[in-house]
C-alpha cells in the first residue's frame, strides 16, 4: 500500500507564504518524479511543479519566480515553498508520485489534497 499525504496548507493573506510537505511511504521515493497540482472550484486541476531523480524542475508560468520545488529522498518528502501568496494560488494542492519516463514499471499515486486559501 502506498501512502502519499499533504500537509501545509492554510489561509494566509496575499503576499505571504506557505511551505506544503508530502510525505510519502510504500515506495521508492527517491526513484520517483514528484509533483504537485492544484485544482480549484469549477476549474481542471492543473500542474504546479514537478522535480525528477536527477532533481531538475519545471514549474507553471503563473508560479515561475514564486514557488520552489524540493526533496528530501532520506526522509521521503517532498516540499513545496510558496511565497508571494495570490489569491489566484488558492486551490486544492494535490501531491503526486510518478515513475521516471521509461522505467519498466509504470505508477500514478495521489495524496488527498491540502487547502491553500489566500485572502485579499
Known amino acids: 500500500q502506498v501512502q502519499v499525504v499533504e500537509s501545509g496548507g492554510g489561509l494566509v493573506q496575499a503576499g505571504g507564504s506557505l511551505r506544503l510537505s508530502c510525505v510519502v511511504r510504500?515506495?521508492?521515493?527517491?526513484?520517483?518524479?514528484m509533483g504537485w497540482y492544484r485544482q480549484a472550484p469549477g476549474k481542471q486541476r492543473e500542474l504546479v511543479a514537478t522535480?525528477?531523480?536527477?532533481?531538475?524542475?519545471t514549474y507553471a508560468d503563473s508560479v515561475k519566480g514564486r514557488f520552489a520545488i524540493s526533496r528530501d529522498n532520506a526522509k521521503n518528502t517532498g516540499f513545496l515553498q510558496m511565497n508571494s501568496l495570490k489569491p489566484d494560488d488558492t486551490a486544492l494542492y494535490y501531491c503526486?508520485?510518478?515513475?521516471?519516463?521509461?522505467?519498466?514499471?509504470?505508477?500514478?499515486?495521489w495524496g488527498q489534497g491540502t487547502q491553500v486559501t489566500v485572502s485579499s
Open positions: 503526486n508520485i510518478k515513475n521516471w519516463r521509461g522505467a519498466p514499471k509504470e505508477y500514478d499515486y
Open positions: 510504500g515506495t521508492i521515493f527517491s526513484l520517483s518524479t
Open positions: 522535480i525528477t531523480i536527477s532533481r531538475s524542475e
